[in-house]
C-alpha cells in the first residue's frame, strides 16, 4: 500500500501546485504556461502510476492499452512545455521556434496513434498485444499493414520521439543553465529539471515490466521526482513574483523619467526613456545590460540605445523583430505596464526628442525638427505636439525663455 502511494506523489505535486495557480489573482504569460506544464504533468503521472502501481503482472491487456492510448498524447508534450516555460520565463517569447517545431512530431505521432487505435478497436489492439507478448515478436495471424502500423507508431516511432524529446531537451537545460548562470532562480529551476529528465531516462531504461515486478525501485524514483519537482515549483512560481516586484522598480524609475516632460519641462534629459536601479546614487544611469533579463527591460533599453522611434517609417513588425518576440507580447506589454498603446509612445518620445531640438536651436523650422524627432511630416509633428501639450512648438519655446 505504502508503495502504491508513493507512485501517486508526482501527481499530488502538480495538483497541489497546479491548484494554487488557478487560484493566483494575477497571472502573467509565465505562470500560464507553467500552469497548463503542471497540468499535462499531472496526468502523465497518473496514468504511468496507475499503469505501473495497478498490475502486478502485465494480464490486464484492455488496461494497458487504454492507458498506453491516453500517455501518447501527454507523455511527449511534457518537454516542449517545459522549454517553452524556461523561454518565457527569460522574458523571450518566441524566440525558440525550435521549441513549436519540437510540437509538430508529437502531434502527429499522437494523431496518428490515435486514428490507428479508433480502427483497431480495443478488441483487436488487446488480442495484438497478448499474442505478441506469448510469442516474443509479431504474430503471423496479425501481419496485415495496420497492425505492423500499430507497433510502429505506438513502440518504434514512440521510442525514438520521445528519447529525441528527453534529449533534445536536456541540452537546452545545459545550454541555459551555461548563459543564464549569473541568474540564480533560473539555473536552480533548470538544475532541477535536468536531474528530473535524469531521473526520467532511467526510468525509461528500466522499462515498465521491470518496475511492475520491483514496485519498491519504482516508489523511490517516484518520492524523488516528487521531491524535485516539489523543490522546482517552489522556486518557479516564486521567481515570478520577485521578478514582478524587480520588474515593477525599474518601471517606476522608468515611468517617471519619460513622463518628467509632462510634469515640469525643464526637467527634460537628453534621453527621453532612462531606467535607473531604485537604489542608485546617480541620478542618470542608463540600465543597459549585456543580457536583458525580461521583454520590459530590452523593450526600454532598446528604446533608450537605438532611438528607433527617430525613424518615420519605424513599425511594431520592426521592434519585434530585434526583441524576437511578436505583436501580441508588444501589445500586452504595452497595456499592462505603460497604460497606452505602442503608437501613443513612440509618439510621446518623439516629442520629447523634438523638445530638445528645439531647446538646442531655436531658428530651426518646423519641417527640420520634425524630420530629426522621427515625424514625417510637420504638420503631423505639430498636430502630435498640441495634442500633448496643448499648445504649438513655438508657443511652448516662448514659454520656456
Known sequence: ????????????????WGG????????????????????????????????????????????????????????????????LYIIVAQGKMFSWPV???????????????????????????????????????????????????????NHTIYNVVLAAEVLGGMGYLVYVFVRRKDNKEI???????????????????????????????????????????FFACHIAVGMRSVEGDKRAGLLSDALEKINSPFVSDKDDTDQPVVLEYAASHAPNVILAPTKPKNLLESFIVYMAKERP????????????????????YISELMSENFKMSFRDYIGLLRISAAKR?????????????????????????????KELTGTTPRAWLADQS
Request: one cysteine or more.
Open 1 to 16: 500500500m505504502l508503495n502504491f502511494a508513493a507512485l501517486f506523489l508526482p501527481c499530488f505535486v502538480c495538483l497541489i
Open 99 to 153: 521549441t513549436y517545431l519540437s510540437l509538430v512530431p508529437c502531434i502527429c505521432q499522437g494523431v496518428a496513434s490515435f486514428v490507428i487505435y479508433m480502427i483497431l478497436g480495443n478488441a483487436n489492439a488487446v488480442g495484438f498485444l497478448q499474442a505478441f507478448d506469448m510469442l516474443g515478436g509479431f504474430p503471423p495471424q496479425y501481419d496485415i499493414p495496420i497492425y505492423h502500423a500499430y507497433y510502429a507508431i
Open 357 to 385: 531640438l528645439l531647446r538646442e536651436d531655436s531658428t530651426r523650422t518646423l519641417e527640420d525638427i520634425a524630420a530629426d524627432s522621427g515625424f514625417a511630416s510637420s504638420s503631423q509633428f505639430v498636430k502630435k505636439f
Open 187 to 229: 539555473s536552480s529551476f533548470v538544475s532541477l529539471m535536468f536531474i528530473l529528465l535524469v531521473i526520467t531516462i532511467f526510468r525509461i531504461l528500466l522499462g515498465r515490466l521491470f518496475l511492475i515486478s520491483h514496485s519498491g525501485v519504482s516508489s523511490v524514483l517516484s518520492a524523488l521526482m516528487a521531491l524535485d519537482m
Open 309 to 328: 522611434y527617430l525613424n518615420p517609417e519605424l513599425t511594431v513588425q520592426e521592434v519585434c523583430e530585434e526583441l524576437h518576440t511578436n505583436r501580441t
Open 20 to 83: 494554487m495557480l488557478v487560484f493566483t489573482p494575477h497571472r502573467g504569460t509565465a505562470r500560464n504556461v507553467f500552469m497548463i506544464l503542471l497540468f499535462i504533468s499531472a496526468v502523465y503521472f497518473f496514468v504511468d502510476a496507475f499503469y505501473v502501481g495497478q498490475i502486478e503482472s502485465a494480464s490486464d491487456y484492455s488496461l494497458l492499452v487504454r492507458l498506453d492510448a491516453v500517455s501518447q498524447f501527454v507523455t511527449m508534450a511534457l518537454i516542449p512545455f517545459m522549454v
